[in-house]
């Protein structure tokens, strides 16, 4: 059973930075996608940045020019670098993978990012 562990959230000010961690428990080669989703109170679960296939990048728009996603294959590991943060980035942000054949999806348990004055 594939586990993926998120940690690096916190309080940051507006403008500030984080950097989001996502350990998976086995290769990450594995996956057909990695990557980020977030979803802030009364709000659906969006994606922020994955991976896919590789080394093809998808980020939301809201987060292009602030937001990076990055591996280190070697620890089995995902980021995320979060700068000029703003309050409208407030959001449980949770580690995903998947495998597309056949389709199974993992979740991470979620790290808050709360971003205020």
């Known amino acids: 059973q594939v586990q993926l562990v998120e940690s690096g959230g916190g309080l940051v000010q507006p403008g500030g930075s984080l950097r989001l961690s996502c350990a998976a428990s086995?290769?990450?080669?594995?996956?057909?996608?990695m990557g980020w989703y977030r979803q802030a109170p009364g709000k659906r679960r969006e994606l922020v940045a994955r991976?896919?296939?590789?080394?093809?990048?998808t980020y939301a728009d809201s987060v292009k020019g602030r937001f990076t996603i990055s591996r280190d294959n070697a620890k089995n590991t995902v980021f995320l670098q979060m700068n000029s943060l703003k309050p409208e980035d407030t959001a449980v942000y949770y580690c995903?993978?998947?495998?597309?054949?056949?389709?199974?999806?993992?979740w991470g348990q979620g790290t808050q990012v709360t971003v205020s004055s």
């Open positions: 991976f896919t296939n590789g080394s093809m990048t």
């Open positions: 086995g290769s990450i080669f594995s996956f057909n996608t």
């Open positions: 995903h993978a998947a495998h597309y054949e056949p389709r199974y999806d993992y």
